[in-house]
């Protein structure tokens, strides 16, 4: 429902941009980079405090604060007249959500550590469903209703996302626990973490995914545009485009979480992010919507390899208790990436033309898959499965 939410404005927001005009005389392209890289920079500033907190005192309660902070924010989306006030409205919500880090950091803090590929994959059904609907309903209602109706869908959905987290999920954790992280610093808790063997390479890749990814989401509907005679359906055939990746990366995610498992994350992926270097690359030579739109969904495809095992290997590489620190630091990595992704992405774009976009997206997914290839550890427990991840990662205390 989240990811429904969330994701039903993607398909638009380089478009409302245009239609709300700017106060301060910048372009479309960079409003837009700004409206993307805005909320991703704020979101990589409070994350790894988010992160610290969620093992501190929970990590329902950061769950729940993602979704109802969400919900206001959004709301208030519909309401703004200029860019620049979506752009300050984005950049704190930022601030106030990380819904996906807070749900990692939980479901990694209760499933045994051999199947956690297998576990994130299944987490990742449920983003990806979200983001497969949430583009399609975004577009379909703003060509439809307008644009301001998608805000108010959002913000209601994810204020009852919200309600069902705090009257349906019992989380079992030990304030105990807790209590003696509180006595710890944060900085001595992150330094920590980094010493673990694969962890600081696994963030490296986190970074070059999510700049992948997001490089092309700024110009993405004024391509297609591009590609069209009739714009009557831009909104809708965009939604289509970016909502039959995150279809195809649901249905992959599964399958390839569990491949992980068996095989071994690294394996997976090398040959994901390679194979997502040629695709994207592709993508800068389509002549037609439809061609774009099958691309896509081999992006997803491989993308079901890729964010999962990210997550998966981040589990197997830290010793237990320190889920929340971890992925709160991944979700700042992350949101690193998005941050720098749609400013470079639109930069490409005024540069050199909306191909060149796709090309330089390539260019980064196969030095990512090189980079993993050469200095990324395998996880032991792909190879040792049964056996408790502390029995073969964890550290001497004094290390954290």
């Not at 819904?99 to 803090?109: K, M, R």
């Not at 109706?149 to 079992?172: C, D, I, P, R, S």
């Not at 070059?208 to 055939?237: H, K």
């Not at 630091?329 to 540069?351: E, F, H, K, Q």
């Amino acid at each position: 429902m989240v990811a429904v939410g969330f994701s039903s404005i993607f398909p638009f927001l380089p478009l409302y941009v245009g239609q709300l005009g700017s106060t301060s005389g910048l372009g479309v392209e960079i409003l837009s980079g700004l409206v993307y890289s805005a909320q991703s920079f704020t979101m990589m500033l409070a994350s790894p405090f988010w992160g610290a907190l969620a093992d501190r005192y929970g990590r329902k309660l950061m769950v729940g604060r993602s979704m109802f902070g969400g919900a206001i924010i959004l709301l208030a989306m519909a309401f703004v007249t200029s860019a620049e006030q979506l752009v300050a409205l984005r950049a704190i919500q930022g601030l106030v959500t990380g819904t996906i880090a807070a749900a990692n950091a939980l479901l990694a803090s209760i499933t045994p550590r051999q199947h956690t590929g297998y576990a994130m994959g299944m987490l990742q059904v449920g983003f990806g469903t979200g983001l497969a609907f949430g583009p399609l309903i975004g577009g379909a209602a703003a060509d439809l209703y307008g644009y301001n109706t998608v805000f108010y869908l959002t913000a209601a959905m994810l204020a009852l996302a919200g309600m069902m987290v705090a009257l349906g999920v019992q989380e079992k954790f030990d304030p105990r626990q807790g209590k003696e992280r509180r006595k710890s610093s944060l900085l001595v808790e992150w330094r920590g973490m980094l010493s673990f063997p694969g962890v600081w390479i696994t963030f490296l890749m986190r970074f070059f995914t999510s700049l992948g990814r997001m490089m092309i989401m700024p110009i993405i509907p004024l391509f297609i545009q591009t590609l069209l005679v009739d714009l009557s359906r831009l909104n809708t055939l965009t939604g289509l485009v970016l909502g039959i990746a995150s279809g195809a990366t649901t249905i992959s995610a599964v399958f390839l979480g569990k491949l992980g498992d068996r095989i071994g994350y690294r394996k997976v992926l090398v040959a994901c992010t390679g194979l997502l270097g040629g695709v994207y690359a592709l993508q800068g030579f389509v002549s037609a919507w439809w061609q774009l739109l099958v691309l896509q969904a081999l992006v997803g495809v491989a993308m079901g390899g890729v964010i999962p095992l990210i997550s998966a290997l981040l589990a197997n590489y830290v010793r237990a208790g320190g889920e929340g620190s971890v992925y709160g630091m991944d979700n700042s990595i992350n949101a690193a990436g998005r941050a720098v992704a749609p400013l470079l992405g639109a930069a490409v774009a005024t540069g050199w033309g909306y191909p060149a976009t796709f090309l330089a997206t390539g260019s980064i997914f196969v030095a990512a898959s090189l980079l993993a290839a050469w200095r990324l550890p395998p996880s032991r427990l792909a190879t040792v499965v049964g056996v408790p991840r502390q029995a073969t990662l964890e550290q001497p205390e004094e290390e954290l």
